[in-house]
């Protein structure tokens, strides 16, 4: 039942949070949009966060072991309670990012790399977005645009750091470190994806080369043993060698009279 609900629930929860990240990108991206955009914006934000609590509870309600299902699932739980506690937006694009990659990594067509690279584009647009949020108006940021964001964001998640735009203030540098961070681990996984391929191609090459070489062998072997059964099937049996007639000239000379001595 569980995996039913899962399986049903998944592409409206995905829609869900693609409406979740236009809804949280639109007030940054347009500041000085009508204050009922800025209200709907706030407004589908909880909606949907809604929705992904709703459907932790459901999930939680139908496992057949409760207490399993919240051990085994505590980014869920978080996602669920962070934004109890501190009802931020930007914890809510937190929440959002953890339940949308537990629910990818449930979908069975999504391969690794799609979903690496799905990560990759996720943390880059919110990060650039929630950075360009806490430093535009920072005295002393100089992030003031989206595409400083964007520059800035690609450059921690790969590690670089350029240095030309940094983040001045406690939550922006915050955000830096759970950037490069994710930049680290998303390269490991790509690296890690990239030599285990290798290793299972030249694993594969191995195989077909043993089931070539067992096959050979098999074949030696068993024309060895048609040989074999040949060379018997070939040869006489002892019995039937002996009870043989012998050839006709031999007979003829068996049946001629014995010389005689001549007399004196």
Same mark, same amino acid.
């Given at each position: 039942m569980k995996e039913h609900w899962e399986e049903r629930t998944r592409t409206p929860l995905l829609a869900l949070a693609v409406a979740f990240g236009v809804a949280y990108a639109v007030p940054i991206v347009a500041p000085g949009a009508d204050p009922w955009v800025h209200r709907l914006c706030a407004r589908? #934000?909880? $909606?949907?966060?809604? &929705?992904? =609590? %709703?459907?932790?509870?459901?999930?939680?309600?139908?496992?057949? /072991? *409760?207490?399993?299902? $919240? *051990? +085994?699932? !505590?980014?869920?739980?978080?996602?669920? &309670?962070?934004p109890m506690v501190q009802p931020l937006r930007l914890l809510r694009v937190v929440s @959002?990012?953890?339940?949308?990659? *537990?629910?990818?990594?449930? /979908? !069975?067509?999504? @391969?690794?790399? @799609?979903?690496?690279?799905?990560?990759?584009?996720?943390?880059?647009?919110?990060? +650039?977005? /929630?950075v360009l949020h806490v430093e535009r108006d920072a005295p002393d940021g100089n992030i003031k645009t989206l595409g400083d964001a964007v520059w800035w964001s690609f450059t921690t998640m790969t590690t670089v750091g350029y240095g030309d735009h940094a983040p001045t203030t406690g939550l922006g540098r915050v955000l830096a470190v759970g950037l490069m961070l +994710?930049?680290?681990? %998303?390269?490991? $996984?790509?690296?890690?994806?990239?030599a285990a391929w290798f290793i299972a191609r030249f694993e594969r090459d191995d195989a077909v080369e043993r089931r070539q070489t067992e096959l050979l062998e098999a074949l030696a072997l068993e024309v060895r043993e048609l040989r074999? #059964? $040949? =060379? *018997?099937? +070939?040869?006489?049996p002892p019995a039937q060698a002996a009870s043989e007639p012998p050839p006709p000239s031999a007979q003829a000379a068996s049946e001629l009279p014995a010389p005689t001595a001549p007399t004196a």
């Open positions: 589908v #934000e909880w $909606v949907v966060w809604a &929705v992904f =609590a %709703l459907d932790y509870l459901v999930r939680l309600a139908i496992a057949p /072991a *409760r207490w399993a299902f $919240v *051990r +085994s699932h !505590p980014l869920d739980l978080l996602a669920v &309670v962070l @959002t990012l953890l339940l949308v990659g *537990r629910r990818a990594r449930m /979908a !069975p067509q999504i @391969t690794l790399t @799609t979903y690496v690279a799905g990560a990759v584009v996720g943390l880059m647009m919110f990060g +650039s977005l /929630a +994710s930049g680290i681990a %998303l390269l490991g $996984v790509v690296t890690a994806n990239i074999a #059964e $040949v =060379a *018997r099937l +070939s040869a006489p």
